[in-house]
């Protein structure tokens, strides 16, 4: 694998800018374990840029992007990683979409309300919901578990444990300057061999059992404030100082909607004329506005008889809303 960086010997003790929106993988060379690590900070302002969330939510939200990337960042395809909550709490519902080029949206909706710091109060009885999906729909996995655990990285974890994937846990944080997230996974065992072949050094499978336990107790130590402050290389180096990890270069993550006036065009039609006209006589002209970006689009009376002056196959698209 190309454009590999050893971690040095010399510490650095100054954070790294370059680590910021950015996605660092790293490997452990002994273990079939790999890792990866990410921070939104342009990114995760250009996402609250039209939005006011209570801190709570917000944070919450942040956790969520920062895990979709994590989780996308694991998987080979080509299309959309979304987690969605659901439930009866005040933030009723919470969606973070991360695409395979690292893109990402991401929107809550909730009330006011007195809110709790844990998930459990703060979304109510509900699901958490992990779907991959292609670029044209025609393959889609999904799986949900129970909103388990004060924070998301317990509904992850336990997400993990029942859906017979491989063990992955996962830190995050986030607040109003950023969002990040480590994540560790391990891999199936027989995957270090073609890394350790003609190597002294020879791994069976209760060092791997120990190594996998030992990096999660690690990961345990890690504070908020050195997630989000440390440069990378710092985080591996105050974690795991005994491996021998390797860092790859960074791939960059960046805030991305895929609203447009094409897709709403769709949704409209897909309402139908005798909906979109009668707002169209109640308001004098039809609005719509991304959930994500809060773009608006207007229609005015031409633009309407245009929409319906042929049929089209409508293509619907959830983040947008009319008005």
């Not at 009885?125 to 949900?144: H, K, W």
């Not at 017979?164 to 950023?178: I, S, V, Y």
Request: proline fraction near 4%; charged fraction near 25%.
């Amino acid at each position: 694998m190309s454009n590999i960086i050893r971690l040095p010997v010399t510490p650095t003790p100054q954070p790294s800018m370059h680590d910021r929106d950015c996605l660092h993988r790293f490997l452990f060379e002994h273990y079939p374990i790999r890792g990866h690590i990410v921070h939104l900070d342009a990114s995760w302002r250009a996402l609250l840029e039209h939005r006011e969330y209570p801190s709570v939510i917000r944070d919450t939200l942040g956790e969520a992007v920062a895990a979709s990337v994590l989780l996308a960042a694991t998987l080979k395809f080509e299309g959309t990683l979304s987690l969605q909550l659901k439930g009866q709490g005040p933030m009723h519902l919470m969606l973070a979409q991360c695409s395979d080029a690292l893109g990402v949206r991401a929107v809550a909706r909730y009330k006011e309300a007195e809110y709790g710091r844990d998930l459990a109060s703060l979304s109510g009885e509900g699901s958490l919901t992990v779907t991959v999906e292609n670029e044209d729909l025609s393959q889609r996995y999904q799986g949900i578990v129970p909103l388990n655990g004060e924070r998301l990285s317990d509904c992850l974890r336990n997400y993990f444990e029942t859906s017979e994937q491989l063990p992955t846990r996962l830190w995050l944080h986030a607040d109003e300057n950023g969002a990040s997230g480590l994540l560790l996974q391990r891999l199936s065992d027989d995957s270090v061999q073609s890394r350790a072949a003609g190597s002294l050094h020879e791994v069976n499978r209760a060092d791997i059992d120990d190594a996998w336990h030992r990096v999660q107790l690690l990961g345990d130590t890690l504070k908020p404030e050195e997630l989000q402050t440390l440069s990378d290389r710092n985080i591996l180096r105050r974690l795991f100082a005994e491996d021998d990890v390797r860092l790859f270069e960074p791939a960059p993550v960046f805030f991305r909607c895929r609203c447009s006036r094409e897709r709403v065009v769709g949704m409209l039609r897909a309402l139908g004329p005798e909906e979109v006209r009668s707002v169209l006589a109640e308001q004098g002209h039809v609005e719509v506005r991304c959930d994500f970006c809060n773009r608006a689009y207007r229609f005015d009376s031409v633009d309407v008889e245009q929409l319906f002056s042929q049929a089209v196959t409508p293509t619907v698209d959830a983040s947008e809303r009319r008005h």
